[in-house]
């Protein structure tokens, strides 16, 4: 018989690299490095509200299965968004954090979160978590952003499913590249992409798309300069540091794409996304207002143009924009459901929250269907 255990590891470098990324794949923000860069970044961590406690499950001294876990004493960096849940709690003279949860961190992107070769696995590992949740007398368990095979485990086990919209870019076979991208809009739709793009032109700014080696020391002290003003312009705190960026660039070059705006030679705005396999995800973005930043159609021109170019010269099949944004539905992008689990140890606010999510998952249903209406296309995608 096989030796079989279950371990608390409360920092990602007591798992070994190779075999946490054999569990994990090719997705670059699950893997080691990625979350290496942000306990060692000091992002996650002591003091920051995110404490490591991740869960590996051994096998005759083999990591056999992995799950990415935290003590949370706050909602900030998660995108599913739980605050009103943690008001309630507090309404009843309850405490909802500390909680337990999975996830990758400031990361909105959907996929695996139970790294594990078979269901029992992780089954063994979505339990082992919702024990210790449980013995630590913490409030709950939440796996976000999961993918179907994990959301078959937490369903099973009884977790709470919830329902969000995303918007992404969904490659169609006949596009070759933005010409014919452009061509399967609607006209209306053709014509503002367009204006959007020469407007951007005739400011006189200039694009460089920089990816792996071509981005140096000066890009990323520019980027966290346009990084950090985005967050001061919404009077917020950035998550990530300089530190964070270069620790994960430098581990992993090729996951990383800067879009860089320039204007008479000066940088000018910025845009970050990390490139995965077969797609695109849209992270981070922010402009120099006082050097000039400020030009119409920007925006959109470095975080959805671009990356949609990119895409497509890369043959990648998607392209995920980010969190929220209805916006972007008139700029290709189409509405995806993405999915999470919730398990609350108060008997009564489980089935508070269940009924809820009912409803929810009902609202976001109508909500994408109303969506799908204004798609801006002149014929229905091909699913991808």
């Not at 977790?159 to 809009?185: K, T």
């Not at 010269?313 to 509405?335: M, T």
Request: charged fraction near 20%; proline fraction near 5%; charge should be neutral.
């Amino acid at each position: 018989m096989s030796d079989t255990q279950l371990r608390v590891h409360p920092r990602i470098d007591d798992l070994p690299a190779d075999q946490w990324n054999a569990l994990a794949g090719a997705h670059p923000a699950q893997r080691h490095a990625f979350l290496a860069a942000l306990e060692a970044s000091g992002a996650v961590g002591p003091g920051t509200g995110w404490q490591p406690c991740h869960l590996g499950l051994w096998r005759d001294g083999r990591l056999c299965a992995a799950m990415p876990l935290y003590a949370k004493t706050h909602s900030f960096g998660e995108y599913v968004f739980d605050w009103a849940w943690a008001r309630a709690y507090a309404e009843h003279g309850l405490a909802y954090y500390p909680k337990l949860v999975c996830a990758i961190p400031f990361t909105p992107v959907p996929g695996a979160r139970l790294f594990a070769g078979s269901a029992q696995d992780r089954l063994l590992l979505l339990n082992a978590a919702r024990e210790r949740a449980g013995q630590d007398g913490l409030s709950s368990l939440h796996l976000l952003f999961a993918d179907n095979e994990d959301l078959a485990a937490a369903q099973a086990m009884g977790m709470l499913r919830r329902e969000q919209v995303q918007f992404h870019w969904l490659r169609q076979p006949h596009w070759r590249d933005f010409d014919d991208f452009l061509a399967s809009l609607a006209r209306d739709k053709r014509k503002r992409i367009r204006q959007e793009r020469r407007r951007v032109a005739q400011a006189g700014v200039a694009i460089e798309r920089k990816r792996g080696s071509q981005i140096d020391a000066m890009d990323w002290a520019f980027f966290i300069r346009c990084y950090e003003a985005t967050y001061r312009q919404h009077r917020s705190t950035p998550y990530l540091n300089l530190a964070f960026f270069r620790a994960a660039h430098t581990a992993a070059p090729d996951d990383w794409l800067m879009v860089q705006a320039s204007r008479d030679g000066v940088p000018i705005a910025a845009a970050l996304n990390l490139v995965g396999p077969d797609r695109l995800y849209g992270r981070y973005w922010g402009a120099q207002w006082d050097a000039g930043g400020w030009v119409p159609g920007l925006h959109f021109e470095l975080c959805y143009y671009q990356g949609i170019e990119f895409a497509l010269a890369e043959g990648l099949a998607a392209f995920e924009g980010g969190a929220q944004g209805e916006h972007k539905l008139a700029r290709g992008f189409s509405p995806v459901i993405t999915y999470s689990a919730h398990w609350l140890a108060h008997p009564a606010f489980a089935d508070a929250v269940d009924r809820f999510l009912g409803q929810e998952r009902q609202a976001v249903s109508a909500y994408r269907q109303e969506l799908e209406m204004h798609l801006p296309f002149r014929d229905p995608l091909i699913s991808t």
